[in-house]
């Protein structure tokens, strides 16, 4: 699937909304590539990210997966159009057990109004990767409004 | 809906489950109420848990929603046994614009290997509470295991 | 939840429109009571309907749940308008064996696009009722276009 | 990803499963291509499948990709064991107005209690193939019971 970008500025775009989200800087996670239709967050684990068995906590797992599903939808917006989660299903597949966790979230289906992308999450420990989590997420563009559903 | 706990000792096995969540602390969460098939995790606002329009960032009512939803589970689980997200959907209806988020995780169906709970956040502005999320959670029952998915 | 509906008529043409629906027709589901923002539908049991075990095919009820989810959120609208299923998750909870299936849309929240309706079914078996599955569904109203997503 | 199935006679157990699934033939579904963690499902259109603007009904694109991905799982299952879904959730993205739908699900990973399959659904139309449908099926292996979930 190649997708075409609406606006020539996405890249700067993406990277100018990712900045304002607080949730990112507050885990650690940073934004990684950013194509047409293809986004990818990486966030390093610490035990602030933990759930009860000191793995990744499956919510911050989401939380990554979330932005970058919503993210990969936002590069094919136009431009002043904002982007919001309506959905998303995650299967957690494998312990989240490793030093840093890779979401990326691709474009499955580009519409007018909703835009399905898909969301993985892989962990990398000692060199190996695992597919930890997979989901898929629907998207909404949001044009002339201030990026609040109404 | 009316559920017996297995274990007498289920509010005191929750709390100290919850406890070990180092994400539950990192993003300020608190463990509300915890019946025999239903949890409340609350958690105020702050910029560190926004998205780009400086609301609650979808993830961040994932996290406490997918918390939510299995330790209701796990408050009907016998002694011993671990809890495993196996997977869960949630749908954003609105903005989630406020002060304060409570999740409610709620069992539906207790199965020997497999519990069914609802999940749901409530954000609270100026008095007003607003239904912002519904969604449902597949947890696994881990007996015998170190409490790591197989 | 209480809903009213945005026109008078909605119970007149939910049902004009699932008698449109060969689909119904051709398992032998009938609607039942249709009221602002919930709907049900019955489907008997016979074995053109089964799965390798000899009960309701999980198919079987998922289409019945849609059609409930996407009903409820159509007696909602505006005339003119069409409903569309923009996804849907079910938890197959338990056998779905039994004489008798009944699917139950209701609406979550509704709004100008986007329909958040709770799907439930429900199979009775010798007079005993069982909770099958459940669900959610997201669906979009449709104005001003043919019925199709563009 | 490449699986191996556990079973060497996994297309014959398959086939013969397909085979007693009742709605299979009343739907007028058959069993297409059968490999080691991939199995296809094909569905010519009639009337008899239409929701309300003549076009497939979500329900039966679901009930294929449902018995697709409980199928692709199923095939790399020990013999005498059986499968069923736990849940599944599926994104309709475009009209499914055609001659033909396809229904393709995948082993995504594989494990010894639960397995993940990717469920996608095409339509073809005057020999043009749309992607009208995707989503993700849990399935849990049952070994030594009847097949029904406990």
Request: aromatic share 8%; proline share 3%; hydrophobic share 45%.
């Amino acid at each position: 699937m190649a997708f075409t970008a609406a606006d020539a500025q996405f890249e700067r775009r993406t990277r100018e909304s990712f900045a304002k989200q607080g949730i990112m800087a507050h885990l650690g996670a940073a934004l990684g590539s950013v194509a047409a239709g293809r986004v990818e967050i990486s966030l390093p684990f610490r035990p602030e990210l933990s759930q009860q068995h000191g793995f990744f906590h499956a919510g911050a797992l989401s939380t990554i997966a979330d932005s970058a599903g919503g993210y990969a939808a936002f590069t094919l917006f136009p431009p002043e159009a904002g982007v919001l989660t309506v959905e998303f299903k995650i299967n957690l597949m494998a312990a989240a057990d490793g030093e840093h966790a890779l979401a990326v979230g691709e474009v499955i289906r580009a519409g007018r109004t909703l835009t399905v992308s898909s969301i993985d999450v892989f962990v990398d420990k000692a060199g190996r990767r695992t597919h930890c989590a997979t989901g898929l997420a629907t998207l909404m563009t949001l044009v002339g409004r201030s990026g609040v559903q109404g």
